[in-house]
T-cell receptor, first 113, second 110 residues
Framework: SAVISQKPSRDICQRGTSLTIQCQVD?????MFWYRQQPGQSLTLIAT?????????ESGFVIDKFPISRPNLTFSTLTVSNMSPEDSSIYLC??????????FGPGTRLTVL | QKEVEQNSGPLSVPEGAIASLNCTYS??????FFWYRQYSGKSPELIMS????GDKEDGRFTAQLNKASQYVSLLIRDSQPSDSATYLC??????????FGAGTRLTVKP
């Protein structure tokens, strides 16, 4: 498995501002992922973040809105930019161990007023 | 058609009973399958993975995979109130492309 931490665990933000979420893993991983989970919904992949390359975004998600950094093999950040109430959600990072198994961080609960 | 489908529930079983959770998927080329448990307000926690047709047992949990029929199920024996959670089925389509079902909410009543 993996020990994953996320900061902040929750935040309440004003419309039009930005929030950067940090994800830290206890050991080096190649693949990290960022998901969004809206209330009562399942997980939606935002992007895949590999160290040393640009993040790969899923349909409906763009770099200007969700810029991602991956400076090393244990850390990544996701920024939610120019927030609106529709961005209120839980944001989860996950890491891949082995060929295909993902483990999730504790999540960041974001509320946008 | 959704890629991964689950009955949203809620599924309610009495304590000590067997809970049966089902999942179907649309991509015949899928090779790996996962069950996650998610308690309210928490992140998903991996319970089991399964790659081959048949059953895989781990304690009170049994995952069943039938690739011909494109379904995967999770059985929880001797269900406990602490098993009450949402169970997410996940299917890896290949190329690190993991798709999640909407989840089935399970309630185990004492």
């Amino acid at each position: 498995s993996a020990v994953i931490s996320q900061k902040p665990s929750r935040d309440i933000c004003q419309r039009g501002t930005s929030l950067t979420i940090q994800c830290q893993v206890d050991s080096q991983v190649t693949m990290m992922f960022w998901y969004r989970q809206q209330p009562g919904q399942s997980l939606t992949l935002i992007a895949t973040a590999n160290q040393g390359s640009e993040a790969t975004y899923e349909s409906g998600f763009v770099i200007d809105k969700f810029p991602i950094s991956r400076p090393n093999l244990t850390f990544s950040t996701l920024t939610v930019s120019n927030m609106s109430p529709e961005d209120s959600s839980i944001y989860l990072c996950s890491v891949q161990r082995g060929t295909d198994t993902q483990y999730f961080g504790p999540g960041t609960r974001l509320t946008v007023l | 058609q959704k890629e991964v489908e689950q009955n949203s529930g809620p599924l309610s079983v009495p304590e000590g009973a067997i809970a049966s959770l089902n999942c179907t998927y649309s991509d015949r080329g899928s090779q790996s399958f996962f069950w996650y448990r998610q308690y309210s307000g928490k992140s998903p926690e991996l319970i089991m993975s399964i790659y081959s047709n048949g059953d895989k047992e781990d304690g009170r949990f049994t995952a069943q995979l039938n690739k011909a029929s494109q379904y995967v199920s999770l059985l929880i024996r001797d269900s406990q109130p602490s098993d009450s959670a949402t169970y997410l089925c996940a299917v890896n389509l290949g190329n690190n492309d993991m798709r999640f079902g909407a989840g089935t909410r399970l309630t185990v009543k004492p």
